[in-house]
């Protein structure tokens, strides 16, 4: 069974970089044809995906966030990564890490991780 | 960008009853469409793709249909695990998700 888990600070003083790691577990992150993604929902609301990588390190970014993500991935640690620069209030959410099975579908998800944007 | 539009916004469903839920995208997404069902504090969970198939373990009760712009996920007769928050999400170009509609005990 794979298991992912988001680590990384709660809270980033606006202006910052917000930066995440997802850690898999239960199987190879560079085994079968799956993209590893990022996904947030603001409290209350409803999910935006950010982006996704594959372990080749092939990346796509939702366009409306593309000048400021950057994906990467470690398969020695079988692990990946978000960061997110120059951040504000409106970058509050829980941000989940999740598979994708290649065509978009997200079948395994991260707990998720509330990360806070103030001074 | 597609947009998804859900509706309603929330859905009030006595345990046993039909819940019926709608989701719109603003271009046709062809049958990439897909469900999530959220609990409070958890990550979603995928019920239905492919607008209409079931994922692993998904109960029968769950049903989807549509193509195109139109789709509706149906829950024949709710049980008291299924109040919860539903997102549409289309992944023909990119992905985005619906708003959610949240299904309430009436």
């Known amino acids: 069974q794979v298991q992912l888990q988001e680590s990384g600070p709660g809270l980033v003083k606006p202006s910052q970089t917000l930066s995440l790691t997802c850690t898999v577990s239960?199987?190879?992150?560079?085994?079968?044809?799956?993209?590893w993604s990022w996904i947030r929902q603001p409290a209350g609301k409803g999910l935006e995906w950010i982006g996704r990588?594959?372990?080749?390190?092939?990346?796509n970014y939702n366009p409306s966030l593309k000048s400021r993500v950057t994906i990467s991935v470690d398969t020695s640690k079988n692990q990946f990564s978000l960061k997110l620069s120059s951040v504000t209030a409106a970058d509050t959410a829980v941000y989940y890490c999740?598979?994708?099975?290649?065509?978009?579908?997200?079948?395994?998800w991260g707990q998720g991780t509330l990360v806070t944007v103030s001074s | 960008e597609i947009v998804m539009t859900q509706s309603p916004a929330t859905l009030s469903v006595s345990p046993g009853e039909r819940a019926t839920l709608s989701c719109r995208a603003s271009?046709?997404?062809?049958?990439?469409l897909a469900w999530y069902q959220q609990k409070p504090g958890q990550a979603p969970r995928l019920l239905i793709y492919?607008?209409?198939t079931r994922a692993t373990g998904i109960p029968a009760r769950f049903s989807g249909s549509g193509s195109g712009t139109e789709f509706t996920l149906t829950i024949s007769s709710l049980q008291s695990e299924d109040f919860a928050v539903y997102y549409c999400?289309?992944?023909?170009?990119?992905?985005?998700f619906g708003q959610g509609t949240k299904v309430e005990i009436k």
């Open positions: 492919g607008a209409s």
């Open positions: 239960g199987g190879s992150i560079s085994s079968g044809s799956y993209y």
């Open positions: 990588i594959y372990t080749s390190g092939s990346t």
């Open positions: 999400q289309q992944y023909n170009n990119w992905w985005t």
């Open positions: 999740a598979r994708d099975d290649g065509v978009g579908l997200i079948d395994y």
């Open positions: 271009q046709s997404v062809s049958s990439n």
